[in-house]
């Protein structure tokens, strides 16, 4: 690789390390602050459903302003929204502050200072037959600062209080426009000279039946992690698992994604993308399963998450990847935002739900298999996928 994509590369990594570790440690504050504001289980999950919703529909606009203007701007003002989201929410009396920080700016933060637009800047400058492994440790660094920040949330969590915990949050997530200088590419040259608009670009992946089904099968990944990411600490507490290793099960999730991201992106510049997609959607119905089979303790539960962890978030390079090389780069952060709108989409379905079943049944046993039964279906959507590149770009190449 060039020295000019190993600087995108550590920008980007840097990026999403500190806006995705953040992101996925709110998991730990659903009791803390369930207790303290006297609010059920169901209005947590609303919350950072609400978030991922947002999160989701801003998406393709911050793709598409990023793929117009560029992604230093987008991430700029994403961070500084996410950043007041979070001091907000550490100031919040009631659930409609929280529905307001946590969930309305937060998630609005969100579409404009994670990977979406960091991939989209790199997904520029790569050669395709890297952007397998090269999205990959993108997506990686998210897990990463996951591995880092849960354990460290619920540290702080133990020894200040659930508030002062956000207000140091609100300042981590300042450093994102500074790692963002990294990943100015000219918006001439990022859109690589095409003539297309961006509304035909649409028009043309929404006839693409691959795309279509890529979008549907995304979803699924959505539910699975939100789910998984605003319940699992609590579910495992609830399980006699200790807050101690209920944190460190959460966080090393993100650990052995780090692995999971890499090795997976890497066997997608080797092997077809949408068959090692479907490998992963079989692989987490498997895992949860199991997890359902065997007694938890201490032990189980960080050994389920290490093995979670290596399918967590490694179907976002291969999905990423796909649209990059079927539809080209120049409206690839447009196109992927909507792709990822449905993932968000998901990622509002399970967090809600998680929430709503566990109040209404008292246990999670319900949502669990919903999960198996939308992994075996997701593995389904995305077999039949095709992902040779448009005969346009085929005749360009």
Not at 79 to 106: E, K
Not at 130 to 141: D, E, H, K, N, P
Not at 307 to 314: E, F, N, P, Y
């Amino acid at each position: 690789m060039t020295r000019r994509l190993w600087i995108m590369l550590l920008c980007g990594v840097a990026v999403v390390l500190v806006g995705n570790g953040l992101r996925m440690s709110f998991g730990v504050f659903l009791r803390p602050i369930s207790l303290d504001l006297g609010i059920g289980r169901e209005t947590f999950g609303l919350v950072i459903a609400l978030q991922a919703l947002l999160y989701g529909a801003f998406q393709p606009i911050a793709g598409l302003l990023a793929d117009r203007y560029g992604a230093l701007r987008v991430i700029t003002v994403g961070a500084l929204v996410y950043g007041a989201g979070l001091w907000l929410t550490s100031l919040a009396a009631s659930a409609l502050d929280l529905y307001i920080s946590l969930g309305l700016m937060v998630g609005l933060g969100l579409s404009g200072a994670t990977n979406v637009i960091v991939l989209g800047a790199i997904g520029k400058v790569v050669p395709s037959e890297r952007r397998g492994i090269v999205f990959g440790t993108v997506i990686a660094s998210g897990s990463l600062g996951m591995f880092f920040f849960v354990p460290a949330a619920q540290q702080f969590l133990d020894q200040v209080g659930w508030r002062p915990t956000m207000v140091a949050m609100a300042m981590l997530i300042m450093l994102a426009p500074l790692f963002a200088l990294g990943l100015r590419v000219p918006p001439v040259a990022a859109g690589g000279g095409a003539k297309q608009s961006a509304r035909d670009a649409a028009r043309e992946a929404l006839r693409h039946r691959g795309y279509l089904l890529l979008t549907m099968g995304f979803f699924v990944c959505g539910f699975h992690v939100t789910f998984i990411g605003t319940h699992f600490p609590a579910y495992l507490s609830d399980n006699n698992v200790s807050p101690a290793a209920a944190s460190y099960a959460f966080g090393v999730i993100g650990l052995f994604n780090v692995l999971g991201a890499y090795l997976f992106g890497a066997l997608g510049d080797r092997y077809s993308k949408k068959s090692v997609l479907t490998v992963i959607y079989l692989l987490r119905a498997a895992l949860m399963t199991v997890m359902l089979i065997m007694p938890l303790t201490d032990v189980t539960a960080i050994a389920f998450g290490a093995c979670l962890g290596l399918v967590w978030l490694s179907t976002v390079p291969l999905t990423s990847g796909i649209v990059a090389q079927v539809f080209g780069p120049a409206h690839f952060s447009f196109l992927f935002g909507i792709v990822f709108m449905s993932h968000q989409l998901g990622g509002f379905t399970g967090a809600w739900l998680g929430g709503r079943i566990y109040d209404v049944t008292g246990s999670y046993d319900l949502m669990w298999m919903i999960s198996i039964a939308l992994g075996l279906i997701s593995a389904a959507f995305h077999w039949p996928i095709s992902d040779r590149p448009l005969a346009r770009l085929q005749t360009a190449g």
